[in-house]
Structure formats: structure tokens, C-alpha cells
């Protein structure tokens, strides 16, 4: 079982940029969550994916926005880089309904903005 | 509002020694509380659940947590400290029993184990 993968693992873009992440969930999950973890701080929830739509949604502007795939798998896009989007990105996979309330998460993708 | 709050940044214990790592939370409801480890260059990996039931819950590598609801607290134990314990811990609460619920996490605390 490969878990939650994600990539790239990291990935420099220059301000005003967009960008897009990627994620595959952990084999028998079909809900997707994507967190920004800035330098120094816990995870911030920015959305979440479960049948193909945005099911909930964090305090992100809309310059961050996602897809999640027939085969479960996601992307996350941001829009109009700015420097203070330089953080680690989360995707957290894990299954609707399962009586297991953990999310299993990936290593990450470290984005700088410069 | 829901919220997360560990008040120490960072942890120092010698290696042998029991450890603690605090956290207290404020949410509206029962809360369901975790505790997860990010190793340097990793993504969160999960230690430990309360859900309901016995307040003191048993997780991985020997951890566990003791949940306190009249202080509001969830915090981190180890009877023993190992060199391999240093990471950086997070405690989290979610809303719901329910998988699909999203997880608000406290700004973390730096556990340091010297030999």
C-alpha cells in the first residue's frame, strides 16, 4: 500500500504564477482534504473533495481552488502567487463513512514563491 | 470558534525520563481529539484518537493521551523518552465522528530528547 502520494515533493514559482499540486489518496479512501502548513505553524484546512466536489471549504481566498478525478485522486491550483503562499501543502485522504475518523496524510509539497 | 492550543513551543526531556506534551482545546459539542507526529522532511503521521470512552487512550510507538474534560485537555504521555521521540507534535480536534470532517490543529510543539 503506497499510502497518500503526492507531488512534486518541491517546487519554486515566482509571484503572480499558478501552480498546480497533485495527490493520490491512500488505496480504499475517496475523500480528499488539502491543508497549508506555513513555516512555524499547524495545518490550515483550505478544502475538501468527496464525489468529485468541493464538499467543505476553509477561510482561502478563491485563488485557491481544486478538482478531485473519477479515481479519486486530486490537484490543488493557486492562482496569482503571492510570496505568502510559500508553505508546505498537505493532502489528507480518507473514506467517508468508514468508523476510522484518522486522516492518513502525504509528505507533502514544499512550494517556495519568490 | 473551535480551537487548538499547545503553550509550549518546544520540549526538553533526557532520554529515560517520562515526557508530556501539552494541549487544551475549545469547541462547542463533544469534541474528537488526535494527536499527530511530522518528522523532518515528512507529513503528519497518526499517533492516537479519543473518541469516547476511556479517558486514557493508548497509541502508537508507546505514546498515550489522557483526556480531561473538565480542563479541556488532551495531553501527549510517555513513561519512558527516546532519542528517536524528537519530531514535532501536533494535537488536532475534529467535530464530528466522521471521516469526512475536517481537523483543526494547534500550532504544534517541538519535542527535543537529548541522550
Known amino acids: 500500500d503506497a499510502g497518500v502520494t503526492q507531488s512534486p515533493t518541491h517546487l519554486i514559482k515566482t509571484r503572480g504564477q499558478q501552480v498546480t499540486l497533485r495527490c493520490s489518496p491512500k488505496?480504499?479512501?475517496?475523500?480528499v482534504s488539502w491543508y497549508q502548513q506555513a513555516l512555524g505553524q499547524g495545518p490550515q484546512f483550505i478544502f475538501q473533495y468527496y464525489e468529485e466536489e468541493e464538499r467543505q471549504r476553509g477561510n482561502f481566498p478563491d485563488r485557491f481552488s481544486g478538482h478531485q478525478f473519477p479515481n479519486y485522486s486530486s490537484e490543488l491550483n493557486v492562482n496569482a502567487l503571492l510570496l505568502g503562499d510559500s508553505a508546505l501543502y498537505l493532502c489528507?485522504?480518507?473514506?467517508?463513512?468508514?468508523?476510522?475518523?484518522?486522516?492518513?496524510f502525504g509528505q507533502g509539497t514544499r512550494l517556495t514563491v519568490v | 470558534a473551535q480551537s487548538v492550543a499547545q503553550p509550549e513551543d518546544q520540549v526538553n526531556v533526557a532520554e529515560g525520563n517520562p515526557l508530556t506534551v501539552k494541549c487544551t482545546y475549545s469547541?462547542?459539542?463533544?469534541?474528537?481529539l488526535f494527536w499527530y507526529v511530522q518528522y523532518p522532511n515528512r507529513g503528519l503521521q497518526f499517533l492516537l484518537k479519543y473518541i469516547t470512552g476511556d479517558n486514557l487512550v493508548k497509541g502508537s510507538y508507546g505514546f498515550e493521551a489522557e483526556f480531561n474534560k473538565s480542563q479541556t485537555s488532551f495531553h501527549l504521555k510517555k513513561p519512558s523518552a527516546l532519542v528517536s521521540d524528537s519530531a514535532l507534535y501536533f494535537c488536532?480536534?475534529?467535530?464530528?465522528?466522521?471521516?469526512?470532517?475536517?481537523?483543526?490543529f494547534g500550532s504544534g510543539t517541538r519535542l527535543s530528547i537529548r541522550p
Open positions: 469547541v462547542s459539542g463533544n469534541p474528537y
Open positions: 488536532a480536534v475534529s467535530l464530528r465522528y466522521s471521516s469526512a470532517s475536517k481537523i483543526i
Open positions: 488505496s480504499g479512501h475517496d475523500t
Open positions: 489528507a485522504s480518507s473514506r467517508r463513512g468508514a468508523l476510522n475518523t484518522e486522516a492518513f
